[in-house]
Nanobody, 116 residues
């Protein structure tokens, strides 16, 4: 059974940095997964934040370009999201998603709060 577990959320001041991790277990095919980070702020729809393909190509939401970096370590079955220059509007529950052919898996999410 494939499981995704996020970690690294917390409270950070505006302008600060935070790094998230998503560990994927229960599979030997991680290197073939399309991995992504999504976020959902209170009262808003879930949105795609960043995506990384198996070869390592990346895609970002316009709102986070230049501030967030997604990466993956196939040896550790882990995807990361480095978030810099955080803004209050980045406050949300951040979840990771894995896609493989027609199947997708979600983690439960980790809360990021940007506030002074």
């Amino acid at each position: 059974q494939v499981q995704l577990v996020e970690s690294g959320g917390g409270l950070v001041q505006p302008g600060g940095s935070l790094g998230l991790s998503c560990a994927v277990s229960g599979t030997s095919m991680f290197r073939l997964y399309l991995m992504a980070w999504y976020r959902q702020a209170p009262g808003q729809q879930r949105e795609l934040v960043a995506q990384i393909t198996p070869p390592g190509n990346t895609n970002y939401a316009d709102s986070v370009k230049g501030r967030f970096t997604i990466s993956r370590d196939n040896a550790k079955n882990t995807v990361y999201l480095q978030m810099n220059s955080l803004k209050p509007e980045d406050t949300a529950v951040y979840s990771c998603r894995a896609d493989y052919i027609t199947v997708n898996y979600w983690g439960k999410g980790t809360l990021v709060t940007v506030s002074s």
